[in-house]
């Protein structure tokens, strides 16, 4: 446990290793470009609830390390139902990444030092996850690549 600082600091502050997803959370959610009427619409909540829903199991089931290079363990949260240019509805989450090491090479996002005696770094990043045509939700991609 000791030579893996971000392991350490996620069970230190009680976080689920290696995908906290605790701030995924239907009550939690903001809006962006939704009117206030659109959520009072039949089938709205469930709506809302089945992609809180699939975005937490997407990352409590996921390689993370394969999701952002270099990264060992995220912490997802703060959602928003947002409408975008076409009109789709989506969601979209706040992605921490953490990692050790020297993370030159390993990621092109902004690294900010963290932890006691900066023995871990993370990365901050936005996952968007939106419906196909089968209206199973799905991910849609990162902000930035």
């Known amino acids: 446990l000791a030579d893996d600082p971000v392991s350490e ?16 959370v239907l009550m939690g959610v ?11 619409e039949p089938g709205a909540r469930d709506f809302v609830g089945e992609g809180i829903f699939f975005i937490k199991t997407y990352f ?10 270099g990264v060992s363990a995220v912490i997802v949260k703060r959602p928003v139902l947002y ?14 990444g953490f990692g050790s090491g020297n993370p030159e ?14 023995r871990f770094w993370k ?3 936005f996952a968007y996850f939106n419906r196909s045509d089968f ?8 902000v930035y690549e």
Not at 30 to 39: F, K, M, Q, V
């Open 123 to 125: 990365v901050e990043n």
């Open 135 to 142: 209206y199973a939700w799905k991910f849609g991609g990162w």
């Open 105 to 118: 090479g390993k990621t092109g996002l902004q690294v900010t030092w963290a932890g006691k005696e900066r």
């Open 9 to 24: 600091y996620f069970q230190s502050h009680h976080m689920e290793y290696p995908a906290d997803v605790a701030g995924v």
């Open 30 to 40: 903001r809006y962006a470009g939704i009117d206030r009427d659109e959520l009072l």
């Open 60 to 69: 409590e089931k996921a390689d993370i390390p394969s999701l952002i290079p």
């Open 83 to 96: 409408r975008d240019e076409s009109g789709e509805i989506g969601l979209m989450v706040t992605v921490e």
